[in-house]
Nanobody
Framework: QVQLVESGGGLVQAGGSLRLSCVAS????????MGWFRQAPGKQRELVAT?????TYADSVKGRFTISRDSAKNTVYLQMNSLQPDDTGDYYC????????????????WGQGTEVTVSS
């Protein structure tokens, strides 16, 4: 199993920056893809960015957010710049393609989320 713990959320004014971190721990050998999703109040959870063989970003965050990964520390980061009120929401860390030895877990794992609030 995998435990994901996020940190770094908070309250920031529009135009400001935050850096989210997510540390993965547990009985696994490797993780193929780690990423960030977010859920705004009253809306569905949506992809923000992922880091695997390739890196992907939602169109709404391209040029403002940067995902990075330290595989040695099983940690993924999300640097968020030029934050806007529409970026407000709960940000969730995700791990997929998790291997224990040569066996891949049949599901993805989620963190508990960290809240980001951007005031106008």
């Amino acid at each position: 199993q995998v435990q994901l713990v996020e940190s770094g959320g908070g309250l920031v004014q529009a135009g400001g920056s935050l850096r989210l971190s997510c540390v993965a721990s547990g009985r696994f050998t490797s993780i193929n893809v780690m990423g960030w999703f977010r859920q705004a109040p009253g809306k569905q959870r949506e992809l923000v960015a992922t880091s695997g063989v390739t890196t992907t970003y939602a169109d709404s965050v391209k040029g403002r957010f940067t995902i990075s990964r330290d595989s040695a520390k099983n940690t993924v980061y999300l640097q968020m710049n030029s934050l806007q009120p529409d970026d407000t929401g709960d940000y969730y860390c995700n791990a997929a393609g998790v291997f224990y030895g040569a066996t891949m877990y049949p599901r993805a794992f989620w963190g508990q989320g960290t809240e980001v609030t951007v005031s106008s």
